[in-house]
């Protein structure tokens, strides 16, 4: 089974302040990535796929990068309501694998 | 609007059978994979499997294969997730998903609201 692994576990960081977490595959995922955000007691929400494609009605300041076993979603400017639980998941692989998640927190 | 809403909270004890649902509107709901989720307290989200609505095909994740058991009614565009004897350890929320992409190799684009289930004596 594909092992992702996030980092850092934890990110604090000041509103209007860039945030980026990191995402390594354990194999290639070519570009079978996708990124999800989480708040308590929501549901994930699909921000990011084909590690860099936005999905719909995510907002510009989103952006994915990367490919193969290195990945990174950059947040240009946090604004108070992305302060949530980040979720890197591959799609590559059978079965299908999350990351451990990124906690971004208010500074 | 496309939509997955789950049937509700369930109370169980360890031993008992339990059937949870997911039921899909806004779309052409036998077309794509359906995927279930288990998220447990204060944990990431797993991938235990997909079903196929169209012809009810299943794939399970190694780690659920033998545990649980999906099934579909694709007439009432409603997939369901079951468990024929719970134990204490199947306590957490488990959401569907819609599979977008081709066949079983997608990302999960529209997500149910999640259904809590607790299995304790």
């Known amino acids: 089974e594909m092992v992702m692994t996030q980092s850092p576990g934890t990110l604090s960081v000041s509103p209007g302040e860039r945030a980026t977490l990191s995402c390594r595959a354990s194999q290639s995922v070519g570009s079978n990535l996708a990124w999800f955000q989480q708040k308590p007691g929501q549901a994930p929400r699909l921000l990011i796929y084909?590690?860099?494609s936005r999905a719909t009605g995510i907002p510009a300041r989103f952006s994915g990068s990367g490919s193969g076993t290195e990945f990174t979603l950059t947040i240009s400017s946090l604004q108070s309501e992305d302060f949530a639980v980040y979720y890197c998941?591959?799609?590559?692989?059978?079965?299908?694998?999350f990351g451990q998640g990124t906690k971004v927190e208010i500074k | 609007e496309v939509q997955l809403v789950q049937s509700g909270v369930e109370l169980r004890k360890p031993g008992e059978s339990l059937k949870i649902s997911c039921k899909g509107s806004?779309?052409?709901?036998?077309?794509?994979?359906i995927v279930w989720v288990r998220q447990m307290p204060g944990k990431g989200p797993e991938w235990m499997g997909v079903i196929y609505p169209g012809d009810s095909d299943t794939r399970y994740s190694p780690s659920f294969q033998g545990q649980v058991t999906f099934s579909a009614d694709k007439s009432i565009s409603t997939v369901y997730l079951q468990w024929a004897s719970l134990r204490a350890s199947d306590s957490a929320l488990y959401y569907c998903?819609?599979?977008?992409?081709?066949?079983?190799?997608?990302?999960?684009?529209?997500w149910g609201n999640g259904t809590a289930v607790a299995v304790s004596s």
């Open positions: 998903a819609r599979l977008q992409g081709v066949s079983i190799r997608g990302y999960m684009d529209v």
């Open positions: 084909g590690a860099s």
């Open positions: 806004g779309y052409r709901f036998n077309l794509y994979w």
């Open positions: 998941q591959q799609y590559n692989n059978w079965p299908q694998t």
